[in-house]
């Protein structure tokens, strides 16, 4: 379950550093085709065991829009990206990795 929770947000992360990019500064970061879509594939195997995560984001769909914004080079409406970037930041910030404490957490020893 750890690995699949590390893969998780490693694919949250990264996609939605693809998405931050291109949204505020319009940049596209090297890669960032691949990376948009290894993340889909990866939270769609995801999806199979695991239909939510981050406390209330589907992860089907949202594997399907990083997936159709990445065949759209990124030339999707506002609203998707912003979407986009809701979705990944709160499976960042809510999806509890076993052994990796958290900001809120008394105990920082590894």
Known sequence: ????EQDLVRSA????DVIESYRQSHIKVSGWNS????AAQSLSRISAHRPV????VP??????TLSITARARL???HETLDRLSRELRTIVIN???PG?????DEDWSF
């Open 1 to 4: 379950m750890v690995a699949a």
């Open 13 to 16: 992360v990264i996609a939605r």
């Open 35 to 38: 990376l948009l879509e290894e």
């Open 53 to 56: 995560a981050g406390g209330a």
């Open 59 to 64: 992860l089907a769909p949202l594997a399907q």
């Open 75 to 77: 030339q999707v409406d």
């Open 95 to 97: 999806t509890r990795i």
């Open 100 to 104: 990796i404490p958290r900001r809120e």
